[in-house]
Each structure stands twice: as structure tokens, then as C-alpha cells.
């Protein structure tokens, strides 16, 4: 049990190869994908699957329809969202066919802010930081935008989701 406090033993497949993870009590939706050995604690939830890429998902949960489908059709314990495997389960997910323009765009653009991401860490200067944040910005809108293309919303559906995820 020490010093780590661990007590249920859990399949050593789950923090390896291709995944994704989110905290499950939190105020800010935000999933991780992550293609190394990472060990975390029963505070995060593990998505691991093979019938889509997880990259596409990624994109898919991050963007503004997928939070805004969590805050209003999630679980809640007071001001936060509880991210448990039966709201995500009931998420209706929008599988394209295999080599479809929108999922291959939104896995690029997927790679691009993990890219970004790791390399805000490294920078000292605030002008630069500011710069990639509104790089990693623009790339989050343009996911938003092809993952409403797919679901073929209109611009008021657009619009709502948009104001409501503010």
C-alpha cells in the first residue's frame, strides 16, 4: 500500500500504447491524448478503443459540441462535471468512413496543438507564449468547425453551442 496509497490492482494495458484521459470531477472539459506509458490514478478516466481513432476523438470530445453535449446531457456534482464512462457512452459519436477529409484534418490538426502544446512549455517569453496560445486557438476553432460540418449543423445550432460553451 505505500507509499502510493494503491489497493485494486488495474490491467497494466490501459496505461500503454494509444490513449485517452480526462479527469473525472472537473470544471473545464479536457481530454488528453497521450501514445506513451503513462501511469495515473482512478482520478482520471482511461478511453482506450480500437473502432475509432483516438486522435479523431480527441478533437471530437475537446471541441465545442462535445463540451457543450457534456454540460448539458453530462453528469454534474455542483458546479463540475463528473466524466464518467455512461455520459460518454451515451455521446452520439459521428464516425466518418475510413479516409474521410474531415477526420483526416481534425487528426492533423489534432497533432499540430499537441505539437504546440509541448513546445509553450519550453518558451520564456511572454510574447511568444501568447502568440502559440493563439495559434493552439485558431486550430481548436478550425476543429470546431469541421466537427460541425460532419454532425451538418446549421448556423443557429452553431451559434447556441457556441454561446453556451463561452
Not at 505505500?2 to 485494486?8: I, S, T, V
Not at 470530445?61 to 453530462?74: D, E, H, I, M
Amino acid at each position: 500500500f505505500k507509499p502510493y496509497g494503491l489497493h485494486r490492482p488495474r490491467e497494466q494495458r490501459f496505461f500503454e500504447g494509444e490513449k485517452i484521459f480526462s479527469l473525472r470531477k472537473t470544471k473545464e472539459v479536457s481530454f488528453t491524448y497521450t501514445d506513451f506509458p503513462c501511469y495515473v490514478s482512478r482520478a482520471f478516466l482511461i478511453i482506450k478503443t480500437e473502432d475509432i481513432n483516438l486522435k479523431y476523438l480527441t478533437g471530437l470530445l475537446n471541441s465545442s459540441l462535445g463540451v457543450f453535449w457534456l454540460k448539458v446531457k453530462g453528469k454534474k456534482q455542483g458546479e463540475q462535471l463528473q466524466i464518467d464512462k455512461a455520459p460518454l457512452l451515451e455521446i452520439p459519436i459521428y464516425k466518418p468512413e475510413e479516409n474521410n477529409k474531415e477526420q483526416e484534418e481534425v487528426i492533423k490538426l489534432v497533432d499540430f496543438i499537441r505539437e504546440l502544446t509541448n513546445k509553450l512549455q519550453d518558451i520564456k517569453l511572454d510574447s511568444e507564449k501568447e502568440m502559440i496560445e493563439k495559434q493552439i486557438l485558431a486550430y481548436e476553432e478550425k476543429i470546431d468547425d469541421l466537427i460541425f460540418k460532419l454532425y451538418g449543423l446549421n448556423k443557429e445550432e452553431i451559434e447556441t453551442i457556441k454561446e453556451s460553451v463561452k
